[in-house]
């Protein structure tokens, strides 16, 4: 089944534990890409990468990390969450470039930071 | 700078009827847009797109219409359904290119029986 996967799927950490959430598509996209979702706010992008070894900023890159060292996995780093980082987190993977292409989203990672 | 905002945030309607979905957009220079669906405690899910050299486009009881002159975007689903029952998110292709979507904030859409 074509799909994307993240985990986990929920995960309450204290301010300033280093924590990592992966994402892994079977779907041989080239675009992977990782939004925040938040009250009122919709969907933000975080990082976005277009190929292995290819990453870029979105909109709300700050405090997080991203690699691309294999094309069916996308982690996404949070070095030192702060309380502000609570949000549902989705990965998503596409064909191509995200504006041209269906992007396929994972289930969603509920992160609470105390 | 980037928005992508809906008229109404929230929908209620009777089982059966159509639902109008609507959405703004402010970067004239998109050329592509897309519906998704998000059920509760779900991922988004693509519905449609429509691209800017069309006006309309259907799907399966759903169609999208693009009217450029106002940059408005709006989803049509004909006779509702429980499963409809979902937030609706508009995307546009940002200021930054087609590696990137800008989401709207989304329309809680509720199918009363």
């Not at chain 1, 994402?23 to 292995?52: A, F, K, T």
């Not at chain 2, 990137?100 to 009363?112: A, D, E």
Request: glycine fraction near 8%; proline fraction near 5%; hydrophobic fraction near 30%.
């Amino acid at each position: 089944e074509a799909q994307v996967t993240q985990n986990p799927r929920y995960l309450i950490t204290v301010t300033g534990k280093k924590l990592t959430v992966t994402c892994s598509q079977n779907m041989n996209h080239e675009y992977m890409s990782w939004y925040r979702q938040d009250p009122g706010l919709g969907l933000r992008q975080i990082y976005y990468s277009m190929n292995v070894e290819v990453t870029d900023k979105g909109d709300v890159p700050e405090g997080y990390k991203v690699s691309r060292k294999e094309k069916r996995n996308f982690p996404l780093i949070l070095e030192s969450p702060s309380p502000n980082q609570t949000s549902l987190y989705f990965c998503a993977s596409s064909a191509g470039l995200a504006g041209y292409n269906e992007q396929f989203f994972g289930p969603g990672t509920r992160l609470t930071v105390l | 700078g980037e928005n992508v905002g809906l008229h109404l945030p929230t929908l209620s309607v009777q089982e059966g009827d159509n639902s109008i979905i609507n959405c703004a957009y402010s970067n004239s220079a998109s050329d592509y847009f897309i519906w998704y669906k998000q059920e509760s405690g779900k991922g988004p899910q693509f519905i449609i797109d429509i691209r800017s050299n069309m006006d309309k486009r259907q799907g399966q009881r759903v169609t999208v219409l693009l009217n450029k002159t106002v940059k408005h975007l709006s989803l049509q689903i004909a006779a509702t359904q429980p499963g409809d029952s979902a937030v609706y998110f508009c995307a546009e292709i940002g200021y930054q290119g087609a590696q990137k979507l800008v989401f709207g904030q989304g329309t809680r859409l509720t199918i009363n029986p």
